[in-house]
């Protein structure tokens, strides 16, 4: 009887110490998920699809708002990466950030509210502060553009020029290849190779 016992008090923590250990893992999971932009992202965009009215709107102004924010922060990784001017872009678009954030708060309010006519009241003014943002990310986005069409305009300018040369280097080579070869096929001596301009 206490082998049978033992037996079964060992296949008790084992099953004990299985369920703690996969809820703790699905626990971490869930968080790790609701922490995921993308994944917030992606349901916040399915809730806009499907809400209607309203706070269907509301929803909307969130996901161009959070796309907004991505593109300008994809905007500044890019110019990081860069070898362009950066000035104060990075300091600019925290500030943007933090407007963006707070907005977003409000429109999570608003998102909440249960009086369709409070809320109709309330949407050009969100609209409105959404569109700001927007733009100003489209400013930060076209001043970082601009910052690395100057460098990689010059760059590419160098490259044609370098490309230039190696043809016609190249076309002079094959001529004077032609000639040669016409004056072993004609049976002459070789003439003499002249320096390419």
């Not at 950030?97 to 249960?114: A, F, P, V």
């Not at 553009?145 to 490259?159: N, R, T």
């Not at 004056?183 to 301009?197: E, N, Q, S, V």
Request: proline fraction near 3%.
């Amino acid at each position: 009887m206490d082998v049978i016992f033992g037996v079964l008090l060992a296949l008790l923590i084992i099953v004990a110490l299985s369920v703690t250990t996969t809820i703790l893992v699905v626990r971490a999971i869930v968080k790790r998920l609701r922490r995921s932009r993308a994944v917030g992202g992606a349901v916040l965009r399915t809730r806009a699809r499907v809400a209607t009215g309203p706070r269907g709107k509301v929803l909307r102004l969130r996901v161009r708002l959070r796309e907004s924010l991505e593109s300008g922060r994809a905007a500044l990784d890019v110019a990081a990466h860069g070898d362009g001017p950066r000035g104060d872009l990075t300091r600019l678009f925290r500030r943007i950030q933090h407007e963006g954030e707070s907005l977003d708060l409000q429109l999570r309010l608003m998102e909440s509210e249960t009086d369709a006519t409070a809320l109709s009241r309330e949407l050009p003014t969100a609209d409105g502060r959404v569109d700001q943002v927007v733009d100003l990310i489209r400013r930060l986005r076209s001043a970082v553009a601009a910052g690395l069409s100057g460098v990689s305009d010059d760059a590419l300018a160098e490259l044609h020029a370098d490309v230039d040369r190696e043809v016609a280097a190249l076309h002079a080579g094959v001529q004077e290849l032609r000639l040669l070869n016409q004056g072993d096929a004609l049976g002459g001596r070789p003439r003499p190779i002249r320096p390419a301009a």
